[in-house]
């Protein structure tokens, strides 16, 4: 007998379930409990797909404008994430700086899907991370550390953390 059998074991099989209840789905292949997959809605936005080839994808950032081989690069990849300070230092916002290079990016592949990338936990702030998004923001919305009473800090206690709970915080968040 082996460590994970037991002669006199609690664990029985169900056996009351009507086979009559399972029932196939032959109709549809593409419908996975009930749900369309993907959702019935104008597959254009979604990257072209197939299991025999995976899409690359890339999630990048950087304070200064792209190159023109960089965008190259960058348009060469099925899906682009422009995460934070994209463009900081040269458009004076990360929203400025990351549309600047999603436009680019989208000149050379127009079928190159873009995502902004928007930390929802960790309020960045200093040189490199100035968000438009940011204006009126309220710093009662900071998650406070219970043993310290003060915010909650991430990154060796550069960037505060978010408070979810507030529900002002979450419409200011929603409108934005």
């Known amino acids: 007998m082996s460590d994970f059998e037991d002669s006199e ?30 959702p019935s809605v104008d597959k254009s936005i979604f990257p072209e797909w197939s299991w025999d080839h995976v ?5 990048i950032r950087r304070t200064d404008a792209y190159s023109d081989e960089q965008i190259r690069a960058l ?3 099925d899906v682009v ?22 436009r680019r990016i ?3 592949n127009p079928k ?14 200093g040189r490199n991370f100035r968000y438009s998004g940011y204006k009126g923001f309220n710093k009662e919305w900071l998650m406070i550390n219970p043993k310290t009473n003060k915010p909650h800090m ?17 419409e200011w968040w929603i409108q934005r």
């Open 9 to 38: 074991s609690d664990l029985s099989v169900d056996d009351s379930v009507d086979e009559k209840q399972c029932v196939e789905d032959d109709d549809d292949d593409d419908v996975i409990d009930g749900e369309d997959d993907p």
């Open 55 to 59: 899409r690359p994808w890339v999630a």
């Open 75 to 77: 348009a060469a990849q």
């Open 81 to 102: 994430m422009l995460e934070k300070t994209n463009g900081v230092a040269t458009f004076g916002s990360v929203e400025e700086g990351s549309l600047q290079a999603a």
């Open 106 to 108: 989208k000149e050379v």
């Open 112 to 125: 190159c899907k873009i995502l902004f990338y928007h930390n929802t936990m960790v309020h960045y702030t």
């Open 154 to 170: 991430w990154n060796g206690g550069k960037h505060a953390s978010y408070d979810h709970t507030n529900l002002e915080f979450r």
